[in-house]
């Protein structure tokens, strides 16, 4: 398996532009994450997914975040409008609910830069 | 709510020494444990994980043991390597959703 797959890798823009953050998960893993990752904050989790359905957006960070999955091998997480705060790596992690505390998978992250 | 509290970094050491990176969390049930690391420009990926008290984890040398009685997670090695260098999380997670609740990170750096 290729393993979870973010694009684009690097991302830059200009402040008040929109933002769309691509991820493909592992197939299979029924369950999706979205971190984001500064030096200030660490790591956060910002919303995840259970068979598509948004479970707890409580850690999205206000209303120009918003984060969808469409189906089970695609979600995204979009910033409209962005602004230089939002400049940090976001991760997309995947696993396999159960009752065996499965491992969550990342992917390699998006470097995101706002100007 | 649940917490997991890691050792500031960065903890610098010269190779072959011997490392301890300390983790301690707060739950109010019976987590599972996990160490993930995370090498420059990349995701974090699991280390090692024990998900009962006593447990321990194991894996590329590296080893961890579930200890209720201290709450405590502590990773242990005993002879790192350059190739080692990396950020160090600790986390912790249930059953029921997947979430994992992580530690702020520990930087590790080796030196030759």
């Known amino acids: 398996d290729a393993g979870v797959i973010q694009s684009p890798r690097h991302e830059v823009t200009e402040m008040g532009q929109e933002v769309t953050l691509r991820c493909k998960p592992i197939?299979?893993?029924?369950?999706l994450f979205w971190y984001r990752q500064t030096m200030m904050r660490g790591l956060e989790l910002l919303i995840y997914?259970?068979?598509?359905?948004?479970?707890?957006d409580s850690g999205m960070p206000e209303d120009r975040f918003s984060a969808k999955m469409p189906n089970a091998s695609f979600s995204t997480l979009k910033i409209q409008p962005s602004e230089p705060r939002d400049s940090a790596v976001y991760f997309c992690?995947?696993?396999?609910?159960?009752?065996?505390?499965?491992?969550?998978?990342f992917g390699p992250g998006t470097r995101l830069l706002v100007l | 709510g649940d917490s997991v509290t890691q050792m500031e970094g960065p903890v610098t050491l010269s190779e072959e020494a011997f490392l301890t990176i300390n983790c301690t969390y707060t739950?109010?049930?019976?987590?599972?444990l996990f160490w993930y690391v995370q090498y420059p420009g990349e995701g974090l990926q699991l280390l090692l994980k024990?998900?009962?008290?006593?447990d321990k984890g194991s894996n590329k040398g590296f080893e961890a043991t579930y200890r209720k009685e201290t709450t405590s997670f502590h990773l242990e090695k005993g002879s790192v390597q350059v190739s080692d260098s990396a950020v160090y999380f600790c986390?912790?997670?249930?059953?029921?959703?997947?979430?994992?609740?992580f530690g702020g990170g520990t930087r590790l750096m080796v030196k030759p």
């Open positions: 992690a995947s696993s396999l609910g159960g009752a065996t505390q499965e491992t969550q998978y």
């Open positions: 197939s299979g893993h029924d369950y």
């Open positions: 997914f259970n068979n598509n359905v948004p479970i707890d």
């Open positions: 739950a109010t049930g019976y987590p599972s």
């Open positions: 024990a998900t009962k008290a006593d």
């Open positions: 986390a912790l997670s249930y059953n029921a959703g997947n979430m994992l609740t």
